[in-house]
């Protein structure tokens, strides 16, 4: 079965610093790979998808994510966090082979302190 | 385009009384999903379609939630009777079946049964 193990339940960052949420994933195929922010009091927004090609994938707002099949990870970026970056992350992965339903991490609580 | 729109977005109900939480996926999309988030449990799949059929309600928690999909437009989850521990946040989305396509989330409903 497939699975998405976010490790860290909340990722504190100064404002300007880099930000990482990291992810692994457990799938039987080849994956796809999806990134997920969610803002207080609304529903999932989709950042950024692996499917293919690049191992390096960029998305929304600045974001980017880096696929490594070694290490079945895929660690979500971004270069200079802002305050408004202070979400809910979640990563999710499906089987490419499978059906087309998203297993979700727990996701991460990421705090930009000003 | 709309987006995927639920209602409501807020119900407050008794216990034991009938609940009906409405979609309306995004024109053109077959794939259309249940989710409830809480703080307890995160974010769980309860019921998938494909196509209008039911693919998966292993999620479903007992027979007290039911979700139908009459046509390619529309889909209600329904809990019958609700119970205090229903309370939570109600996400539907919606999706291409195809490929490596991500879901398009609702603002969700937030259900409280007291």
């Known amino acids: 079965a497939q699975s998405v193990a976010q490790p860290e339940d909340q990722v504190n960052v100064a404002e300007g610093n880099p930000l990482t949420v990291k992810c692994t994933y457990s799938?039987?195929?080849?994956?796809?790979l999806f990134w997920y922010v969610q803002y207080p009091n609304r529903g999932l927004q989709f950042l950024l998808k692996?499917?293919?090609?690049?191992?390096l994938v960029k998305g929304s707002y600045g974001f980017e994510a880096e696929f490594n099949k070694s290490q079945t990870s895929f660690h979500l970026k971004k270069p200079s966090a802002l305050v408004s970056d202070s979400a809910l992350y979640f990563c999710a992965v499906r089987d490419m082979g499978g059906n087309n339903r998203l297993a979700f991490g727990k996701g991460n609580q990421v705090v930009v302190i000003p | 385009d709309a987006g995927v729109i639920q209602s409501p977005r807020h119900e407050v109900t008794e216990m034991g009384q009938e609940v009906t939480l409405r979609c309306k996926p995004i024109s053109g999309h077959n794939s259309l999903f249940w989710y409830r988030q809480t703080m307890m449990r995160g974010l769980e799949l309860l019921i998938y379609f494909n196509n209008n059929v039911p693919i998966d309600d292993s999620g479903m928690p007992e027979d007290r939630f039911s979700a139908k999909m009459p046509n390619a437009s529309f889909s209600t989850l329904k809990i019958q009777p609700s119970e205090p521990r229903d309370s939570a946040v109600y996400f539907c989305?919606?999706?291409?079946?195809?490929?490596?396509?991500?879901?398009?989330f609702g603002p969700g409903t937030r259900l409280t049964v007291t």
């Open positions: 989305a919606s999706s291409l079946f195809e490929g490596g396509v991500e879901q398009y």
């Open positions: 692996y499917i293919t090609g690049d191992n």
């Open positions: 799938v039987s195929g080849n994956p796809y």
